[in-house]
């Protein structure tokens, strides 16, 4: 195999996905093989090895005779990916605290203290500062495992926001955090973490339990689900 070969499929994959967790290739739309390839300016064997390592990582499904069908998100995908975070991240910023640098959460202060960004760089900032947390915790499987469930969570911000609901405007709860933060106050911080999500996960599913019911799915599952995390 070229480097050339090997560098168009890497380019193919790369582009696809980050297309595909911005919610370009919107969650439950199908897409051609054919117009990937035009659409990334190459032949459909790139195109396709992307698919089949997308398909593997349960960002697509490839369907006979209809095409590649992006997975969509479903109500269960939302409280798995909160319960993950309600667990997970509380315990990666204890671990992290100490190792923080103290210039980069002020410079994160000064991000959320200052004009609200647009929506895509709303996200993105309230990503980078949980990722940059997540970073420092020390410990290799947990920081891969959580990178890849955030590409997920930024799927679901943006499928939410695309359709101009505000999920949770969460700056004040993020300048709360880093603050415990710089004065190494871990405790404090692990709370406002823990509450942060919580308020997070809450938006989120009242905006996904509408989505579905509106779609006539049977309200009494998702439902169930809401009365549970009362």
Do not use: W
């Amino acid at each position: 195999m070229s480097t050339s070969n090997h560098n168009f499929k890497d380019q193919a994959y790369t582009v696809i996905k980050e297309r595909l967790i911005n919610c370009i290739y919107e969650p439950g739309s199908f897409l051609n093989e054919a117009q990937l390839a035009a659409d990334l300016g190459c032949s459909r064997t790139p195109v396709r090895e992307a698919i089949n390592r997308l398909e593997y990582d349960n960002f697509v499904t490839v369907v006979p005779k209809k095409g590649i069908h992006v997975s969509d998100i479903s109500l269960t995908d939302v409280q798995q990916i909160f319960q993950t975070r309600l667990e997970i991240e509380p315990v990666t910023l204890r671990m992290a605290a100490h190792n923080l640098p103290q210039a980069e959460l002020f410079a994160f202060k000064r991000k959320f203290s200052g004009e609200p960004p647009d929506i895509k760089n709303s996200y993105r900032l309230d990503t980078a500062m949980h990722l940059f947390i997540i970073d420092y915790c020390g410990n290799r499987y947990l920081i891969d495992m959580m990178h890849r469930l955030f590409e997920d969570n930024t799927r679901v911000i943006i499928s939410s926001k695309q359709n101009q609901i505000q999920i949770h405007d969460a700056r004040l709860e993020h300048l709360e955090i880093i603050d415990s933060l710089i004065s190494q106050d871990t405790d404090r911080a692990v709370k406002l973490m823990k509450s942060h999500i919580e308020s997070c996960r809450r938006a989120a599913l009242d905006y996904f339990y509408d989505m579905q019911a509106y779609s006539a799915a049977p309200a009494s599952a998702y439902k169930a689900v809401l009365d549970e995390l009362e």
